[in-house]
């Protein structure tokens, strides 16, 4: 009786070339699902990422979802002010930048005011931006020369000295935190990342590639992005004065390269101020209040 041929037997690699691309599938998605700030978190979840900042991303998914809860007017939001009032002191600027967007939220909020007060003379420039954004929906004109400052050319200077080697050039758009260049400290020693303050252009290099810089040379210079622009026209509508008149026109006449949305914002903006001005002038406190109140709403849509 003939022998009957021996059934083959299966392949490993068969399985392996389906359970791989599974993997990472579900791998991507855990990832993800992990890091997206639209992710609901539950109330001990806030609470846990809220006191414990070791892990910087999950405290700022939290106060992404608490600032969506401010503005709801969840009256249970209130029971994390203390830790957003911690936060805006911490070491870490990303920490500090979010809080500041959370306070800003609720311009009844006496712990916020103050808390954004001190904010608004911190060392980082976005910190320093987003707390006198924030206050404005308090009202508050503290952060006046700030706001004008967003409108103006931002300088990136070298942390350290060393030699200089440029990643951007003229006309490159760069993101907030971007690199923008690389200082080597020493012959074969450390690199030091130059990272971009603010989302916007680069207008010119000041260092030349591969020159030595010493620290606190100019690298770059970097025109703001339209958003930031649009933000900071929008809060100076409301507590802009006449000293802002020269940066606001700038974009009113339509600045190359800036959108229509831009220039309409500071053609409304120049106008607020004005009105303003000549209320203050004139002694009309009915005129002026009026022209606040309708700033408020046009900045807080």
């Known amino acids: 009786m003939p022998l009957q041929p021996a059934a083959p037997a299966p392949r490993p690699g068969g399985t392996v070339i389906i359970v791989v691309p599974v993997l990472l599938v579900v791998i ?4 993800w699902y992990q890091t997206w700030f639209g ?3 539950r109330d001990q979840e806030m609470a846990n990422y809220l006191s414990d900042f070791s892990v910087p991303h999950k405290t700022q998914h939290a106060l992404s979802q608490l600032a969506e809860r401010v503005a709801r007017g969840d009256a249970a939001a209130r029971r994390w002010y203390p830790q957003v009032v911690r936060l805006s002191g911490s070491s870490e600027p990303g920490l500090r930048l979010m809080a500041a967007w959370v306070m800003g939220q609720d311009n009844k909020s006496p ?3 103050q808390a954004l007060r001190k904010l608004v003379e911190d060392p980082e420039a976005m910190v320093r931006w987003n707390a006198a954004l924030a206050l404005t929906r308090f009202n508050d004109a503290a952060g006046e020369q700030q706001l004008r400052l967003m409108l103006r050319a931002h300088t990136v200077r070298a942390p350290q000295a060393g030699t200089v080697s440029l990643r951007v050039k003229e006309g490159d ?3 907030s935190r971007e690199l923008v260049a690389r200082i080597q400290v ?3 020693g450390a690199l030091v990342e130059v990272l971009s303050p603010i989302a916007g252009r680069v207008e010119g290099a000041v260092a030349r ?3 030595r810089v010493s620290a606190g040379d100019e690298v770059c210079i970097l025109s703001p992005g339209d958003e930031q622009v649009w933000e900071s026209l929008r809060a100076l509508y409301l507590v802009g004065k006449s000293d802002d008149l020269g940066d606001v026109e700038r974009f009113a006449r339509g600045a190359p390269g800036r959108s229509e949305r831009v220039r309409e914002q500071a053609l409304l903006t120049a106008q607020a101020i004005r009105r303003r001005e000549t209320s ?3 002694g009309d406190k009915r005129e002026e209040k009026a022209s606040r109140k309708a700033a408020s709403r046009e900045v807080t849509r």
């Open 280 to 282: 203050a002038v004139t």
């Open 173 to 175: 758009r760069v993101k």
């Open 28 to 31: 991507t998605f855990l990832f």
């Open 111 to 113: 712990e916020f005011h």
């Open 186 to 188: 020493t012959d074969g």
């Open 39 to 41: 992710r609901p978190l």
């Open 209 to 211: 590639d591969g020159a």
